[in-house]
């Protein structure tokens, strides 16, 4: 199993109808054929500077790619992410 997150900040400001309405299309991924576990969160902890993470989670490579390569992802990154989002760090993992 691989499991993919995000830790980001956005450029709007919080609880504003951008942050909103962001949040609510990146939420549409977890409909991409593959996807397992998707949860988005907001950081509750002071000694990072990131607002919210996003994960899931997939069953091999194969899945994963096919994750990244999805038309809807493609265009939520080049649509959204990219203009949307000030900063990130994102963490892909295979359990030991």
Known sequence: ?????????LIHAAGSPQ??????ALAKLSAIPGVGNFEIAREISPKNAFDF???MTFSDAAA???YNTHPAHVAFVQSRW????ANFMEHDTKAL
Not at 1 to 9: Q, V
Not at 19 to 24: G, K
Request: glycine residues 0%.
């Open 53 to 55: 993470a996003v994960s």
């Open 19 to 24: 942050e909103a309405s962001f949040l609510a």
């Open 1 to 9: 199993m691989i499991r993919h997150a995000a830790i980001f900040k």
């Open 82 to 85: 990219i203009p949307e989002v």
């Open 64 to 66: 994963y790619e096919a």
